[in-house]
């Protein structure tokens, strides 16, 4: 029991440190990815954000420790790509 309890701590870790999500500077100001938990902190209306894949899918591959899924999903699961444009350039 011991030993899947030091596996499971040190994947939880590595994973903790190696999320997908990636912050991204767009004009000089970087902007950071955000959650479910931490969305009124990072969440900012300028900037277009988008599903970090890898992060849902690791989220479901971890889906029985608990601590990856919420980590994953509450504080890195979108990223930002760019700004938003105006609603008259959209297509």
């Known amino acids: 029991m011991k030993h899947i309890l030091s596996v499971t701590?040190?994947?939880i870790l590595?994973?903790?440190?190696?999320?997908?999500?990636?912050?991204?500077?767009?004009d000089g100001v970087?902007?950071?990815?955000y959650?479910?938990?931490?969305?009124?902190?990072?969440?900012?209306?300028?900037?277009?954000?988008?599903?970090?894949l890898g992060n849902v899918i690791w989220s479901v591959?971890?889906?029985?420790t608990i601590i990856v899924p919420v980590?994953?999903?509450g504080f890195s699961i979108k990223q930002p790509v760019g700004k938003k444009l105006p609603e008259n350039e959209r297509h």
């Open 9 to 11: 701590t040190a994947m």
């Open 61 to 64: 591959i971890l889906i029985e």
């Open 35 to 52: 959650g479910l938990l931490n969305e009124d902190q990072h969440k900012n209306p300028k900037i277009e954000y988008e599903i970090v």
């Open 14 to 26: 590595a994973i903790s440190v190696s999320a997908c999500a990636k912050s991204k500077i767009i």
């Open 71 to 73: 980590y994953m999903i």
């Open 30 to 33: 970087e902007y950071h990815p």
